[in-house]
């Protein structure tokens, strides 16, 4: 193995560990030297690949929104029809919007951005990275079956990730609401 290759090797290593350490424990909780420690590595490291803890939440969170958003391509693109697509798009919303410990990451970092300049913009270019896969994943939908949306796909975009972060937030609080608003609010924007 490659020096380079081992570093990447490290480097997803703690960020495994730091994923589950940052949804188990929260951001503030979470300690750089016990991330160390579970992923069998030196603090040092953590420090060769991640400038401080902020960096490393960063990349926890952009590979969660990553993963998301692959989750819900992949359903898609596997449903030929389109009540098939939507059906496929309510179920992953009502096991992923609102997952308790991501949901609760998210917001606990986001209010960090409140004294630090550098983590909002680093925030919100991950929010702009999602806009553009859901717009994407809009366009696709009507592009595929033949639809119109009611909105630019950026503007339904931002109204989708919009409900999806309050509803998240809602759930996380109460598990026990529905996540069909979501779904519902996909149709209208195509006027279903």
């Not at 993963?67 to 059906?87: D, G, N, Q, R, Y």
């Not at 509803?167 to 069909?180: D, H």
Request: hydrophobic share 45%; proline share 2%; charged share 20%.
């Amino acid at each position: 193995m490659t020096r380079q290759q081992a570093q990447a090797q490290t480097r997803e290593h703690l960020l495994t560990t730091a994923a589950e350490h940052f949804l188990d424990r929260g951001y503030a909780a979470a300690s750089l030297d016990q991330i160390a420690d579970v992923a069998g590595y030196s603090k040092g490291a953590v420090y060769s690949n991640f400038a401080n803890k902020d960096e490393l939440c960063l990349a926890v969170l952009d590979r969660i929104r990553l993963e998301k958003m692959a989750e819900i391509v992949a359903l898609l693109a596997a449903e030929p029809t389109l009540e098939e697509s939507f059906a496929a798009f309510s179920g992953w919303a009502d096991r992923t919007i609102g997952d308790r410990r991501w949901t609760l990451l998210e917001i606990e970092f986001s209010v960090r951005s409140r004294h630090n300049e550098a983590i909002r913009r680093q925030l919100a270019e991950g929010a702009q990275g999602v806009r553009a896969a859901i717009a994407t994943i809009v366009t696709g939908l009507a592009d595929r079956h033949g639809l119109h949306c009611t909105l630019p796909a950026e503007e339904a975009a931002t109204a989708l990730l919009s409900l999806g972060i309050g509803l998240g937030l809602q759930r996380a609080i109460s598990p026990e609401l529905p996540a069909a608003a979501l779904a519902d609010t996909l149709r209208a924007l195509f006027g279903l």
